[in-house]
């Protein structure tokens, strides 16, 4: 293959940098004393994840993925809610998107070069691409399942069988 493939993420990206960029970030957003923590549970059997693009050198999502009861109580954290305030789906897309829009911003800034981000989606995460391009902080929030991952973008399905020149 002759053209230059971009790097991946895991050259670009270490998971103890994903891991203060959330230390930073989860006070903020989040409240204080509240932290994301990089010890693994067992995953739930059904999630929920938001997540941002980011295109430029280096292209792919920063992906927030819990349980929708973890999305909840994380919505009512962000928002502020106490009750009997009753959180929708639509503050969970809010406060959900809301995350991973700040964590992809830090994200994107000590990527190389010039990129850009788009707009935070909910709903079930983004294919993931190569293996090696894949940055995957597995952990917990108060107890329960949390990720942050960075992935690259999957290759683009084309019904033509033909390549698209890059």
């Known amino acids: ?41 067992a995953p739930p059997a059904e999630v929920v994840s ?4 980011i295109t430029g050198p280096w292209s792919g999502s920063v992906v927030l993925t819990c349980a929708p009861a973890t999305a909840q109580a994380l919505t ?10 009753v959180v929708d789906d639509e503050d969970v897309a809010d406060a959900l998107g809301e995350l991973a829009n ?10 190389p070069g010039e990129s850009k981000l788009g707009l935070p989606q909910i709903g079930s995460a983004p294919t993931r ?12 929030w108060r107890g329960n399942f949390l990720t942050i991952t960075v992935q690259g973008a999957a290759p683009a399905q084309h019904s033509s069988g033909t390549e698209v020149p890059q």
């Open 102 to 111: 700040v964590l992809g911003g830090n994200i994107k800034s000590v990527l």
């Open 76 to 85: 009512e954290n962000v928002l502020m809610t106490r009750p009997p305030t």
């Open 1 to 41: 293959m002759s053209l230059q493939q971009a790097q991946p993420i895991s050259a670009l990206l270490d998971p103890a940098t994903v891991q203060s960029i959330a230390d930073e970030v989860w006070p903020s957003l989040v409240g204080d004393g509240e932290a994301f923590v990089p010890v693994p549970v």
């Open 129 to 140: 691409g190569r293996l090696d391009d894949v940055c995957a902080l597995v952990g917990q």
């Open 50 to 53: 938001a997540w941002v693009t």
